[in-house]
């Protein structure tokens, strides 16, 4: 199962920014925060990762709270190319070596005009 | 430069029969993950290749999935005797190294149906 909770769905208007939450209470001290998100049809596209510290780049930008079990990813000025599935994952590490992605529902972004 | 490619896009199989999905990762990427999405579904694991070594295959739903990667680049997906419930988008992703510091990148998935 996802070790991350995530409201099912959010709206927000086009060119204001867009908050994602996430919830992960039990992550441990060594495990990533990623954020993944996936428009209808095609593959899941990388955004941002971050362990401890909060995070920017040309996408997003990645707040961690200080006792790790919340995130929020920010979207600055959100577009209507933003509509998409959000997936907040923690990123597992398993007996063997594997690295695998365990997601979630997510949350569906609507940005509107 | 070049994603993750796969192909076919799109698979229609007739039940029983056997399909091949094929995976190009982005040259150079050590690390070669599937995934089974169900419709409305986020995807799901099935298999993680480290180079040609196969380390994890704990999601595979049953003996009919196989998938190998036997030089260590491109991948191949394999579904013997396929039934309705396989029907799903199969994604597959490529990370430059191991390690939970890594992205995963995704291809488009290969979208098949069985009837």
């Known amino acids: 199962d996802a070790k991350t909770t995530q409201p099912p769905s959010m709206d927000c208007a086009e060119g204001r920014a867009a908050n994602l939450p996430c919830n992960h209470s039990?992550?441990?001290?060594?495990?990533?925060v990623y954020w993944y998100r996936q428009i209808h049809s095609q593959g899941p596209q990388y955004i941002i990762h971050?362990?401890?510290n909060n995070e920017t780049n040309e996408m997003a930008s990645l707040i961690i709270t200080e006792d790790r079990k919340s995130s929020t990813l920010i979207l600055p000025h959100a577009t209507l190319r933003d509509t998409a599935v959000y997936y907040c994952?923690?990123?597992?590490?398993?007996?063997?070596?594997?690295?695998?992605?365990?997601f979630g529902k997510g949350t569906k972004l609507t940005v509107n005009p | 430069g070049a994603g993750v490619s796969q192909s076919p896009r799109y698979k229609v199989a007739k039940r029983g029969q056997d399909v091949a999905l094929r995976c190009d990762p982005i040259s150079g990427h050590v690390s070669l993950f599937w995934y089974q999405q169900a419709l409305g579904q986020g995807p799901e694991f099935l298999t993680y290749f480290q180079n040609e070594a196969q380390l994890d295959k704990s999601g595979l739903p049953s003996d009919r999935f196989f998938a190998e990667r036997p030089e260590g680049s491109v991948s191949t997906l394999k579904i013997q005797r396929t039934q309705q419930e396989d029907s799903a988008v199969y994604l597959c992703?490529?990370?430059?190294?191991?390690?939970?510091?890594?992205?995963?990148?995704f291809g488009p998935g290969t979208r098949l149906t069985v009837t």
């Open positions: 994952i923690v990123r597992e590490l398993t007996q063997g070596g594997s690295e695998k992605l365990v």
């Open positions: 039990t992550i441990s001290g060594n495990e990533y």
């Open positions: 992703a490529s990370s430059l190294w191991s390690g939970s510091s890594y992205e995963q990148y």
């Open positions: 971050g362990l401890k």
